[in-house]
């Protein structure tokens, strides 16, 4: 039924990512599929035009962040129950709604699988990045609770 998963994870988000990667395993187990793990380390840049910072520090961030990331979602990797051949795992700077919607365009994803909270009076139906990536995919989108 699947050929690529693509699972976008907060690696600070543990109850969500276990939420997430178990429906993705089971569904990749049923489907022959390939899983794809995902996390998007937030463009701070926006908020560096009022405290002057300099490009430098934020490319410096940017590289710190992205490689503290991966290590992480290497730790995750190791705890999906498929053939290693079958995960692979990117980290990107960016918005996490775009940067998701780019991601899974480039890997040809056929299913996004999305941990979402329970949503409060700010959020509505679902949170920010999961109403963003459900109104925006070009794709089956699973939101998992």
């Known amino acids: 039924m699947y050929n690529t998963i693509l699972v976008p994870i907060d690696i600070a988000e543990d109850q969500l990512t276990d939420n997430a990667i178990k429906h993705a ?3 990749a187990k049923i489907s022959n599929a390939k ?3 995902f996390h998007s380390v ?3 840049s926006r908020f560096s035009v009022s405290y002057s910072y300099h490009y430098d520090l934020l490319s ?3 590289k710190k962040a992205i490689a ?3 290590e992480e979602l290497k ?3 190791e705890k999906v129950d498929l053939p290693k051949d079958r995960i692979s795992f990117s980290v990107a ?3 996490p709604r775009d940067k998701v919607l780019s991601t899974a365009r480039e890997i040809g994803a056929d299913l996004i699988i999305v941990g979402s909270r329970r949503p409060d009076i700010t959020t509505h139906l ?3 990045n999961a109403s963003g990536i459900v109104g925006y995919a070009n794709t089956s989108v699973l939101i998992v609770r």
Do not use: T
């Open 60 to 62: 410096s961030f940017a």
């Open 68 to 70: 503290n990331s991966e």
């Open 126 to 128: 679902l949170g920010s």
């Open 25 to 27: 395993e089971y569904l």
């Open 93 to 95: 700077f960016g918005s």
């Open 75 to 77: 730790k995750v990797v």
């Open 42 to 44: 937030p463009d701070i």
């Open 35 to 37: 899983i794809h793990l």
